[in-house]
């Protein structure tokens, strides 16, 4: 228009402005607000609107607040913008800041559940929510599903049940937050019954509803939710959410049958693996036993973010395949990939587990000079658990001695054990009265010093250990095993008989 000479006006210019809010183009967008200028049309208040509304998307909220200020006119639409822009940003403060010099006129119910929702997102904000909730004039659907997620986001599902009987409206996301917010106190049968009870589901209450099962353990029930999806039962599909629940579901389950279905309808529906569920899929694998499908997501993956690394380095460490983790790691330290703490946990952890001591002090060494991270717990327990599965017990108390941090019992623990294991009396006595000290109900501790004097025969203090024990009426923790049969997780405690039909695994 501009090179053929056709005039624009204030029409044109709102079009332009609003395709590049929309696609983000900040350059642009000047251009225009300088053409603007240029034409004096500066003064119209739809105008300077659309401005605001450019830079606030193209993350320029400074440059909005200038037009703001200098506006002669402002309208509802004007402050609500700025607002909106704030809350989105985080700064609730300079929200609340606008809404209150905001005129009585110009306030509408926009204004007022912009700014809850700002309260809704801050750990503390329930109060200054709900004390802006109480003096709103009038009220729609949005403020009431406002306060109801606020209040089950702080567990308050008292006063969340009371909102929720008030309403005379309700959709799918009040439902959704009286599901959610019952699930997340960890009462899935409260959460189910309002599931059930929904007019309509959407993929959303499936997601909290999964959510909730996954949270609270019940991971049966929350596949069950996720079958019902796919089955037509609910009339949904599911997205990339509930995908990544099922496969948390699937990886605590160990159900090996079940994540490759998984897997399968994410590639039969094209769903991106470079995010999170690429990371899922990799743990799944791994955790479920096997690594080699692991391995080959984690080739597929385009574009891997450091989390599909950490999610590999941390499946060859369980798998006792220390060596190739370590090569891993080398691999992302040539690609000048930048490593984080958890990446080093699992490398650490790789190392412990296949006797890696040198390189293992060679990877906490990169991390503390090269890389400049400062050593956290789970580390040092790590460089503890590494000197100890090498023999070198002297050397790991020693260790234990000179942490900057103070050890917690899992750090103690790994001690123990390790002193259990090579007979060390010297060091492992004094460091499992210190842990029973630590925590005198936990009865790993007693077993561990009980099995260390029996190693050197001392029987009368292993008696004495034990009758601590029967009267602190503690019990020592059974062994656990899994075993999947017919697409069944089957448990087993150690002494206990199962209900399992032994002919029927006796091919295991």
């Not at 909106?84 to 005129?103: H, N, Q, T, W």
């Amino acid at each position: 228009m501009l090179v053929r000479g056709v005039l624009v006006d204030e029409y044109s210019f709102s079009l332009v402005l609003k395709s590049c809010s929309r696609l983000h183009l900040l350059r642009e967008g000047m251009q225009i607000h300088g053409l603007m200028c240029k034409f004096q049309f500066g003064s119209d208040v739809f105008l300077q609107n659309s401005l605001i509304c450019m830079y606030i998307k193209c993350g320029i909220l400074q440059f909005g607040r200038r037009i703001f200020d200098r506006m002669l006119i402002k309208d509802s639409f004007s402050y609500n913008l700025m607002i909106d822009g704030y809350v989105k940003c985080g700064m609730v403060s300079a929200a609340r800041e606008l809404f209150d010099i905001m005129p009585s006129d110009v306030k509408n119910l926009v204004s007022w559940n912009s700014m809850i929702s700002g309260y809704v997102k801050l750990e503390n904000g329930f109060e200054y929510a709900w004390h802006l909730f109480d003096k709103m004039p009038d009220r729609d659907l949005v403020s009431w599903n406002l306060m109801l997620d606020c209040c089950a986001k702080n567990g308050n599902m008292n006063l969340a049940q009371n909102l929720f009987d008030k309403m005379s409206k309700r959709d799918v996301v009040s439902w959704a937050s009286m599901v959610d917010g019952y699930a997340k106190v960890g009462n899935v049968d409260a959460a189910r019954y309002f599931f059930d009870a929904m007019p309509q589901r959407d993929v959303i209450s499936c997601n909290a509803m999964m959510a909730g099962y996954v949270n609270n353990g019940c991971y049966n029930e929350a596949l069950k939710v996720f079958h019902d999806m796919l089955g037509g039962g609910f009339g949904l599909a599911p997205d990339s959410v509930t995908l990544l629940t099922a496969l948390s579901a699937t990886t605590q389950l160990n159900c090996i049958n079940e994540g490759i279905a998984i897997h399968r309808y994410i590639q039969k529906h094209r769903f991106a693996t470079n995010g999170k569920l690429g990371v899922a899929l990799i743990d799944m694998y791994a955790k479920c036993g096997t690594i080699e499908q692991a391995m080959r997501v984690f080739e597929c993956v385009r574009d891997k973010s450091i989390d599909h690394w950490n999610a590999m380095i941390g499946g060859l460490a369980i798998h006792g395949l220390g060596y190739l983790a370590f090569d891993l790691f080398m691999e992302m330290e040539r690609l000048s990939l930048k490593p984080d703490d958890i990446t080093f946990v699992a490398v650490l952890h790789a190392c412990g587990h296949s006797g890696m001591i040198k390189e293992g002090l060679v990877c906490f060494e990169i991390m503390r000079r090269f890389h400049k991270i400062v050593p956290k717990l789970q580390h040092y327990g790590c460089m503890v658990d590494i000197l100890s599965r090498g023999g070198q017990i002297e050397a790991a108390a020693k260790f234990v001695k000179e942490m900057p941090v103070p050890p917690n019992d899992v750090v103690w623990r790994t001690l123990l054990s390790a002193c259990t294991t090579r007979e060390n009396l010297n060091i492992g006595e004094p460091v499992a009265k210190h842990l029973i000290g630590m925590d005198s109900c936990d009865s790993s501790s007693y077993v561990l010093l009980s099995n260390i004097y029996a190693q050197f025969g001392l029987w009368e203090y292993v008696r004495r250990v034990r009758t601590v024990m029967k009267q602190r009426e503690l019990d020592k923790v059974p062994g656990c095993s899994w075993i999947e049969l017919d697409g069944t997780v089957h448990e087993f405690f150690a002494g206990s008989i199962s209900n399992l039909n032994l002919s029927s695994s006796s091919k295991f």
